[in-house]
């Protein structure tokens, strides 16, 4: 029986000792006018209560609070509303910190906005389970914290340590959490917690935050000390080299952390409000919300995806393997599946189980006997009788048309009843493939991005026969194997590795062109690209690019021939084949880049021309635009989401964009079209825009509602 | 209406350190001290000075709160009638608190100002006085990194090797070994005394005329480490993308020193000269100032001069003497390649490398030291120039009378 309840929030009182629980309806704390109102009903409650002694903040729900309600965050365009709504939360948490003692009982995740609000106890309690997350991941989504986190923090554990975790967004199980000065400490259990936390009000009776004590020392550096001159400008600098200055989220977040450290702590508050008001209304944090939020999470969920339950599936067999094939292996050995490791050489197998011992290595929680029962799941093998009664099989050998056909028709005959057949392709067409399969129904693609144990993407391609049954158990096998699926359309090159290609190549294309190399690779960072396209190419290696340019001419004879390509051609002919042979674009030194090779500039008939940032890094970003156009075109892809989650988690596109297809929006489809055409004059008919963009920018339409 | 130049003079360069012979003499003191002798060696009448006009750049702690006016009540005791004011334009401080009192005697609003700088780097370490160039939004806004960065910028980009500063480097000791041998600074230079008379100072303190190049060799680049590890480096591709790596070449024996000293300037115009029975010795014929982009910041003294020389109606072959401040040895090469300028009529006597650079004084010290030299050797023009932080430049010509 609770003393109080609202709708958010209540409060049971036991000997001066008030437990507020927050629980919103629908099983989950999001930070909206509805918990922060509820929050201050229950300190409304709390003013009546004589001889209060203290306040243990909990959650009703698995979860502490996990952050913002984003559908609120997405939906708002007036700062004025978003700076109300930070001053709401503000003034809450204020009230709270300094009713009396608390203690914020941290029974599951904190994230975001609600390690906001346990920022507001006076002492952080955490259950010790591994689900159990704390952090502020906001710079990922765009935004930073905004509920106080950017004052509260700094003055908790310092500048210095605050600004690693608000700048990198960083989220850490709890023990972790304990060593950096996020959780005060751990507790076995919810009873265990409960206790902690009561009795340490007992014992702070007169406990107050550092902030709201007149004798308040900074912990770490002095703001304004040359200690911290020192470190803002270092950290300006880290960040700015990660970022290239695409991601205004993070550079804001260090402002207002030292605007704010150098005047009082309420003031602070309005400080940090002020900003964060303009970033969330910003169309970069609406396109980030959208795509790495919205969207991921209906990837992750498979929403509007045929759905069954159970794949079927309890042996696994890999054909190949090289470090994708042993990395697939290991990766369904840890989702419980019973996995054959086959090639053809022993030598290369031993390689395999090699590179596994060291993804096992990795795994620290495990003891001994749990990774020699792991590694045992994995059975490698040069014989085919070992893959007799497999569910499924994934090829993994290389990229040729012919071998792959072999590979299939030896396999399939030991495939069980209903078993199904998957290539690893990364570009050939699952409906030529499946011309070797005696059942083309259950035939897919299922394309893995490299190093396969740590990116999160699967794109899965149907093939014209590939049955919906085939799928439905492919995507249910992506959730064991925790993969942020995109279904497509065959084709060669699929999306993903059309658009990336599209990439590479308008890089070497505009090194041919005679533009300065280091200047190409800084504009493809400061448009937003992860990793730089010279750079890139030399690591996906200039030897499989020259393979897949030759397999793609079957494909696309029609597809226009550009400088770029002969560029690409001579590097690997003079033996520059990439950064595994020590040779590309640029020079390598026992594996470490060297900067560009100066050889390169004779090669296209002198030193670089210097282009602006803004032109070279828009000629990289429209070349895959124009791309993703014809994929949208030719009916690749099925759905808007996947267009913007295949091109952000599988090939790097510029996440500050919010995907290929938000890029457009932003830039407004007319112009967009209209800057194509332009370019496609002036460099060539890969920027042509596709039908479907020249008839949406007709009808005024967009991808995303604004 | 013509401003002229009295006299210019100047306190000995202390190492700017605990342990440089300055250091227990405080900013006012050295100040005071360079008003005292410019007052007494030319007769003074301090009541008829309208401005005492200061450069001065940490203004903080012992150098806070316009440290001009009490440099001047503590100097002259002379009724409490001469006003003062303090300048910042960084390195150009010194030269800027010239120029500004040129300028106010040229208009006629001022008929004799005294200017000049003064700097305790040993006392007031340099950036103790915050500012917004440390600000992480200014950082985002504008873009802006430490000046080594700049300079080693500058070498990158100029395609200069360590070999070729370094020479640089050991020319301007040699040069000003050589200027020391002979006494040339005798005319400018007012020893520091302390409240006994007795002498602290008489004599710059940071010139290594044994410096070689070997030696030199074995210096570790200064901004390497704040460059590469730290990352300052990626912050300058803003502006110069194609530098994918800045060749770190400046370090202490390149650089200049950091030196504590003060410096005083006498001008008038010719009325007041002559009502206070005073002989000019050189006139004002342009000053300038230019702007430019602030990452690479020190190559300011390139415009500043072609804007100097414009005004005054000059070419770079009608100037006798030059004076550009040796922040880093790169800043007079680039300086001198730019404008095609011979480095023999270039930092005659040594620069800022051997002598060290007070950041509020330099300007008003380069100016004495160019006047002096074209004296001796009877010459007649004189360019100052200085590189500033921020991407500013200031050039100041001079013509003897």
Same mark, same amino acid.
């Given at each position: /029986?609770? @003393?109080?309840?609202?709708?958010?929030?209540?409060?049971?009182? @036991?000997?001066?000792?008030?437990?507020?629980?927050?629980?919103?309806?629908?099983?989950?704390?999001?930070?909206?006018?509805?918990?922060?109102?509820?929050?201050?009903?229950?300190?409304?409650?709390?003013?009546?209560?004589?001889?209060?002694?203290?306040?243990?903040?909990?959650?009703?729900?698995?979860?502490?609070?996990?952050?913002?309600?984003?559908?609120?965050?997405?939906?708002?365009?007036?700062?004025?509303?978003?700076?109300?709504?930070?001053?709401?939360?503000?003034?809450?948490?204020?009230?709270?910190?300094?009713?009396?003692?608390?203690?914020?009982?941290? #029974?599951?995740?904190?994230?975001?906005?609600?390690?906001?609000?346990?920022?507001?106890?006076?002492?952080?309690?955490?259950?010790?389970?591994?689900?159990?997350?704390?952090?502020?991941?906001?710079?990922?989504?765009?935004?930073?914290?905004?509920?106080?986190?950017?004052?509260?923090?700094?003055?908790?554990? =310092?500048?210095?340590?605050?600004?690693?975790?608000?700048?990198?967004?960083?989220?850490?199980?709890?023990?972790?959490?304990?060593?950096?000065?996020?959780?005060?400490?751990?507790?076995?259990?919810?009873?265990?917690?409960?206790?902690?936390?009561?009795?340490?009000?007992?014992?702070?009776?007169?406990?107050?935050?550092?902030?709201?004590?007149?004798?308040?020392?900074?912990?770490?550096?002095?703001?304004?000390?040359?200690?911290?001159?020192?470190?803002?400008?270092?950290?300006?600098?880290?960040?700015?080299?990660?970022?290239?200055?695409?991601?205004?989220?993070?550079?804001?977040?260090?402002?207002?952390?030292?605007?704010?450290?150098?005047?009082?702590?309420?003031?602070?508050?309005?400080?940090?409000?002020?900003?964060?008001?303009?970033?969330?209304?910003?169309?970069?944090?609406?396109?980030?919300?959208?795509?790495?939020?919205?969207?991921?999470?209906?990837?992750?969920?498979?929403?509007?995806?045929?759905?069954?339950?159970?794949?079927?599936?309890?042996?696994?067999?890999?054909?190949?393997?090289?470090?994708?094939?042993?990395?697939?292996?290991?990766?369904?050995?840890?989702?419980?599946?019973?996995?054959?490791?086959?090639?053809?050489?022993?030598?290369?197998?031993?390689?395999?189980?090699?590179?596994?011992?060291?993804?096992?290595?990795?795994?620290?929680?495990?003891?001994?006997?749990?990774?020699?029962?792991?590694?045992?799941?994995?059975?490698?093998?040069?014989?085919?009788?070992?893959?007799?009664?497999?569910?499924?099989?994934?090829?993994?050998?290389?990229?040729?048309?012919?071998?792959?056909?072999?590979?299939?028709?030896?396999?399939?005959?030991?495939?069980?009843?209903?078993?199904?057949?998957?290539?690893?392709?990364?570009?050939?067409?699952?409906?030529?493939?499946?011309?070797?399969?005696?059942?083309?129904?259950?035939?897919?693609?299922?394309?893995?991005?490299?190093?396969?144990?740590?990116?999160?993407?699967?794109?899965?391609?149907?093939?014209?026969?590939?049955?919906?049954?085939?799928?439905?158990?492919?995507?249910?096998?992506?959730?064991?194997?925790?993969?942020?699926?995109?279904?497509?359309?065959?084709?060669?090159?699929?999306?993903?590795?059309?658009?990336?290609?599209?990439?590479?190549?308008? =890089?070497?294309?505009?090194?041919?062109?005679?533009?300065?190399?280091?200047?190409?690779?800084?504009?493809?960072?400061?448009?937003?690209?992860?990793?730089?396209?010279?750079?890139?190419?030399?690591?996906?290696?200039?030897?499989?690019?020259?393979?897949?340019?030759?397999?793609?001419?079957?494909?696309?004879?029609?597809?226009?021939?550009?400088?770029?390509?002969?560029?690409?051609?001579?590097?690997?002919?003079?033996?520059?084949?990439?950064?595994?042979?020590?040779?590309?674009?640029?020079?390598?030194?026992?594996?470490?880049?060297?900067?560009?090779?100066?050889?390169?500039?004779?090669?296209?008939?002198?030193?670089?021309?210097?282009?602006?940032?803004?032109?070279?890094?828009?000629?990289?970003?429209?070349?895959?635009?124009?791309?993703?156009?014809?994929?949208?075109?030719?009916?690749?892809?099925? #759905?808007?989401?996947?267009?913007?989650?295949?091109?952000?988690?599988?090939?790097?596109?510029?996440?500050?964009?919010?995907?290929?297809?938000?890029?457009?929006?932003?830039?407004?489809?007319?112009?967009?079209?209209?800057?194509?055409?332009?370019?496609?004059?002036?460099?060539?008919?890969?920027?042509?825009?596709?039908?479907?963009?020249?008839?949406?920018?007709?009808?005024?339409?967009?991808?995303?509602?604004? | 209406?013509?401003?002229?130049?009295?006299?210019?003079?100047?306190?000995?360069?202390?190492?700017?350190?605990?342990?440089?012979?300055?250091?227990?003499?405080?900013?006012?003191?050295?100040?005071?001290?360079?008003?005292?002798?410019?007052?007494?060696?030319?007769?003074?009448?301090?009541?008829?000075?309208?401005?005492?006009?200061?450069?001065?750049?940490?203004?903080? =702690?012992?150098?806070?709160?316009?440290?001009?006016?009490?440099?001047?009540?503590?100097?002259?005791?002379?009724?409490?009638?001469?006003?003062?004011?303090?300048?910042?334009?960084?390195?150009?401080?010194?030269?800027?608190?010239?120029?500004?009192?040129?300028?106010?005697?040229?208009?006629?609003?001022?008929?004799?100002?005294?200017?000049?700088?003064?700097?305790?780097?040993?006392?007031?370490?340099?950036?103790?006085?915050?500012?917004?160039?440390?600000?992480?939004?200014?950082?985002?806004?504008?873009?802006?990194?430490?000046?080594?960065?700049?300079?080693?910028?500058?070498?990158?980009? @100029?395609?200069?090797?360590?070999?070729?500063?370094?020479?640089?480097?050991?020319?301007?000791?040699?040069?000003?070994?050589?200027?020391?041998?002979?006494?040339?600074?005798?005319?400018?230079?007012?020893?520091?005394?302390?409240?006994?008379?007795?002498?602290?100072?008489?004599?710059?303190?940071?010139?290594?005329?044994?410096?070689?190049?070997?030696?030199?060799?074995?210096?570790?680049?200064?901004?390497? /480490?704040?460059?590469?590890?730290?990352?300052?480096?990626?912050?300058?591709?803003?502006?110069?993308?194609?530098?994918?790596?800045?060749?770190?070449?400046?370090?202490?024996?390149?650089?200049?020193?950091?030196?504590?000293?003060?410096?005083?300037?006498?001008?008038?115009?010719?009325?007041?000269?002559?009502?206070?029975?005073?002989?000019?010795?050189?006139?004002?014929?342009?000053?300038?100032?230019?702007?430019?982009?602030?990452?690479?910041?020190?190559?300011?003294?390139?415009?500043?001069?072609?804007?100097?020389?414009?005004?005054?109606?000059?070419?770079?072959?009608?100037?006798?003497?030059?004076?550009?401040?040796?922040?880093?040895?790169?800043?007079?090469?680039?300086?001198?390649?730019?404008?095609?300028?011979?480095?023999?009529?270039?930092?005659?006597?040594?620069?800022?490398?051997?002598?060290?650079?007070?950041?509020?004084?330099?300007?008003?010290?380069?100016?004495?030291?160019?006047?002096?030299?074209?004296?001796?050797?009877?010459?007649?023009?004189?360019?100052?120039?200085?590189?500033?932080?921020?991407?500013?430049?200031?050039?100041?010509?001079?013509?003897?009378?």
């Amino acid at each position: /029986m609770s @003393d109080y309840q609202n709708t958010a929030a209540s409060v049971v009182l @036991d000997d001066g000792i008030a437990t507020l629980t927050l629980a919103q309806p629908g099983g989950f704390n999001k930070i909206n006018p509805e918990l922060i109102e509820g929050l201050t009903g229950a300190l409304d409650y709390l003013d009546t209560v004589q001889g209060l002694k203290g306040i243990i903040l909990t959650s009703g729900h698995r979860d502490f609070c996990v952050g913002a309600d984003l559908d609120m965050v997405y939906g708002e365009r007036d700062p004025a509303n978003i700076l109300g709504a930070t001053q709401a939360m503000n003034a809450a948490l204020r009230r709270l910190e300094q009713k009396a003692p608390v203690v914020a009982a941290i #029974n599951g995740s904190a994230l975001g906005g609600g390690y906001e609000v346990a920022l507001a106890g006076h002492r952080r309690i955490a259950i010790d389970d591994p689900r159990l997350m704390v952090g502020l991941p906001e710079v990922n989504l765009g935004v930073f914290p905004g509920g106080g986190g950017t004052q509260r923090l700094p003055r908790l554990i =310092g500048i210095q340590a605050a600004l690693e975790v608000i700048l990198q967004g960083q989220m850490v199980r709890a023990p972790k959490a304990v060593k950096m000065g996020l959780v005060d400490e751990l507790a076995s259990d919810r009873d265990d917690l409960m206790a902690k936390a009561k009795a340490w009000l007992l014992a702070n009776p007169k406990s107050k935050q550092p902030w709201d004590d007149p004798k308040f020392r900074w912990p770490g550096v002095r703001p304004g000390s040359a200690d911290a001159r020192n470190l803002l400008l270092a950290a300006s600098a880290m960040l700015y080299k990660k970022t290239a200055g695409a991601f205004p989220a993070a550079e804001d977040a260090l402002s207002v952390v030292q605007e704010g450290a150098a005047v009082t702590f309420d003031r602070a508050l309005e400080i940090e409000g002020r900003a964060f008001a303009k970033l969330a209304t910003s169309d970069q944090a609406k396109d980030m919300i959208r795509t790495l939020f919205f969207h991921k999470t209906a990837a992750e969920k498979q929403k509007g995806l045929p759905r069954v339950e159970d794949d079927g599936f309890r042996k696994v067999a890999v054909l190949g393997a090289g470090m994708m094939g042993a990395g697939l292996a290991f990766v369904c050995a840890k989702a419980g599946y019973d996995v054959v490791l086959k090639d053809i050489s022993e030598g290369a197998l031993e390689k395999g189980m090699a590179h596994i011992d060291g993804e096992l290595k990795k795994l620290r929680h495990l003891d001994d006997a749990a990774k020699a029962a792991l590694r045992a799941k994995i059975t490698p093998t040069v014989d085919l009788e070992t893959l007799r009664g497999t569910d499924l099989v994934i090829e993994a050998v290389f990229e040729d048309l012919d071998l792959k056909h072999r590979v299939i028709r030896e396999t399939e005959p030991y495939l069980s009843a209903n078993g199904i057949f998957a290539s690893n392709t990364s570009a050939l067409p699952i409906t030529d493939l499946a011309k070797a399969s005696a059942h083309p129904d259950r035939f897919i693609g299922l394309h893995y991005f490299s190093p396969v144990e740590k990116m999160p993407l699967l794109e899965i391609i149907c093939g014209e026969a590939t049955g919906d049954d085939t799928l439905a158990r492919s995507l249910a096998f992506a959730r064991k194997i925790k993969k942020t699926v995109i279904v497509v359309n065959d084709g060669y090159g699929f999306f993903t590795s059309r658009v990336f290609s599209s990439y590479i190549l308008e =890089g070497a294309q505009l090194v041919a062109e005679g533009y300065d190399p280091n200047t190409i690779e800084w504009a493809a960072r400061a448009a937003g690209m992860v990793v730089s396209p010279l750079q890139v190419f030399d690591e996906v290696s200039l030897a499989l690019g020259v393979h897949a340019m030759t397999e793609a001419k079957k494909y696309r004879p029609d597809a226009e021939h550009i400088e770029g390509v002969d560029l690409v051609f001579g590097l690997v002919e003079a033996g520059r084949k990439g950064k595994a042979y020590g040779a590309g674009f640029y020079d390598y030194e026992g594996g470490k880049r060297r900067g560009i090779w100066p050889g390169l500039a004779a090669m296209v008939g002198g030193p670089g021309k210097q282009g602006s940032l803004k032109e070279l890094g828009q000629r990289l970003m429209l070349a895959q635009v124009a791309e993703v156009g014809r994929a949208l075109d030719e009916g690749i892809i099925r #759905n808007w989401r996947d267009a913007e989650v295949g091109a952000i988690f599988g090939i790097g596109f510029a996440p500050n964009t919010g995907g290929p297809l938000a890029y457009i929006d932003r830039f407004g489809l007319p112009a967009l079209v209209a800057e194509l055409d332009r370019l496609a004059v002036e460099h060539g008919k890969r920027y042509a825009p596709s039908q479907l963009l020249r008839d949406m920018a007709a009808k005024g339409e967009r991808f995303f509602d604004a | 209406m013509t401003a002229y130049i009295y006299d210019a003079i100047r306190t000995p360069r202390g190492r700017g350190k605990q342990s440089g012979s300055l250091y227990t003499t405080k900013p006012i003191d050295l100040l005071s001290g360079v008003l005292v002798d410019l007052r007494d060696r030319n007769g003074l009448d301090t009541n008829e000075v309208d401005d005492v006009v200061v450069g001065c750049v940490t203004q903080a =702690g012992d150098q806070g709160a316009c440290i001009a006016r009490f440099a001047a009540l503590q100097a002259w005791q002379t009724g409490h009638s001469v006003p003062g004011v303090t300048v910042n334009r960084f390195c150009a401080s010194g030269l800027e608190a010239v120029n500004h009192a040129a300028a106010m005697v040229a208009s006629g609003f001022h008929d004799c100002v005294v200017a000049g700088g003064v700097e305790s780097m040993s006392r007031v370490p340099m950036g103790s006085d915050g500012g917004a160039i440390f600000d992480p939004a200014v950082q985002w806004k504008v873009g802006s990194v430490p000046q080594g960065i700049s300079a080693d910028l500058i070498a990158t980009i @100029d395609g200069v090797s360590r070999e070729e500063v370094d020479a640089f480097a050991i020319e301007s000791q040699r040069r000003a070994a050589a200027a020391v041998e002979q006494n040339r600074f005798e005319r400018s230079i007012v020893p520091v005394r302390d409240q006994n008379g007795l002498v602290v100072l008489d004599h710059d303190e940071h010139p290594r005329p044994d410096a070689t190049l070997e030696g030199m060799g074995a210096l570790q680049p200064a901004f390497q /480490m704040f460059g590469e590890q730290f990352g300052l480096d990626a912050l300058v591709r803003r502006r110069y993308p194609s530098v994918d790596r800045v060749r770190h070449v400046h370090h202490a024996g390149n650089s200049s020193g950091i030196v504590d000293g003060a410096a005083a300037v006498l001008l008038a115009n010719e009325a007041k000269g002559k009502s206070l029975g005073l002989k000019p010795r050189a006139k004002i014929r342009s000053v300038a100032l230019s702007a430019e982009e602030p990452i690479i910041m020190l190559t300011g003294p390139v415009s500043a001069t072609r804007i100097a020389l414009k005004k005054a109606g000059m070419n770079v072959s009608d100037v006798d003497l030059f004076e550009c401040n040796e922040a880093f040895a790169i800043v007079p090469m680039h300086w001198m390649s730019e404008l095609g300028i011979d480095h023999a009529k270039v930092n005659v006597n040594g620069g800022a490398i051997a002598f060290g650079h007070p950041l509020g004084a330099t300007g008003a010290m380069l100016l004495n030291t160019v006047l002096d030299e074209l004296e001796r050797r009877d010459l007649s023009t004189g360019l100052v120039t200085l590189c500033v932080g921020g991407g500013m430049g200031i050039a100041t010509i001079i013509e003897r009378v």
